[in-house]
């Protein structure tokens, strides 16, 4: 079965960029996605067809995709941006396939 | 406004049987997949299955396939989930949501979502 994977954790400076990859075969041949979830709320969608933010979503979020790593990019990230971010594809075998999660602690 | 609205929490025993609910508003609820996806704290979000409501055609993650049965009501612009016989391992929070728009790829991601339904099964 298709699998995404993502570092558990990335920590980041206020006013820093932070940076989640997720990987998966052949990741930069498919549409990427990315979720923000804060405790207790229910997921976000901040990334859509690997590089769209959808309305309402600030421009220090930004995407992108390349061979088989997708990028969630946060340019001066901010205590309100400190969630789990799990990224999303669609794989050939029909499922939609989820990467574990990575926590993002801005201190 | 597109909103997803789903049912309580609720308390189960194990074998015992339960349907969730979701229920759309603020879009043609016929034109839009809508998804379903389970969240542990082992196992993250997992999507389980994911249905048209135009057509009722629902396509499933083989991994619950047979565990659990999608519908949908156009009358009612609800979406429902259910197990007909519970399992402890079943303990997880499920939310709904609807997909992008249009076929094909471009709309392969899940654009609003639902509160959230907690369902603990205990004996």
């Known amino acids: 079965s298709y699998e995404l994977t993502q570092p558990p954790s990335v920590s980041v400076s206020p006013g820093q960029t932070a940076s989640i990859a997720c990987s998966g075969d052949?990741?930069?041949?498919?549409?990427a996605s990315w979720y923000q979830q804060k405790p207790g709320q229910s997921p976000v969608l901040v990334i859509y067809q690997t590089t769209k933010r959808p309305s309402g979503i600030p421009e220090r979020f930004s995407g992108s995709n390349s061979g088989n790593t997708a990028t969630l990019t946060i340019s001066g990230t901010q205590t309100v941006d400190e969630a789990d971010y799990y990224c999303q594809a669609y794989d050939s075998s029909a499922v939609y396939v989820f990467g574990p999660g990575t926590k993002v602690t801005v201190l | 406004e597109v909103q997803l609205v789903q049912s309580g929490a609720e308390v189960k025993k194990p074998g015992e049987s339960l349907k969730i609910s979701c229920k759309a508003s603020g879009y043609n609820f016929g034109y839009y997949w809508i998804g379903w996806l389970r969240q542990t704290p082992g196992k993250g979000l997992e999507w389980m299955g994911i249905i048209y409501p135009g057509d009722s055609d629902p396509r499933y993650n083989p991994s619950f396939d047979g565990r659990v049965t999608i519908s949908a009501d156009k009358s009612s612009t609800t979406a429902y989930l259910q197990w007909d016989s519970l399992q402890a391992s079943d303990t997880a929070i499920y939310f709904c949501?609807?997909?992008?728009?249009?076929?094909?790829?471009?709309?392969?991601?899940?654009?609003?979502w639902g509160q959230g339904t907690l369902v603990t099964v205990s004996s």
């Open positions: 052949e990741l930069g041949q498919k549409y």
């Open positions: 949501a609807r997909r992008g728009p249009g076929s094909g790829s471009v709309g392969y991601y899940f654009h609003y």
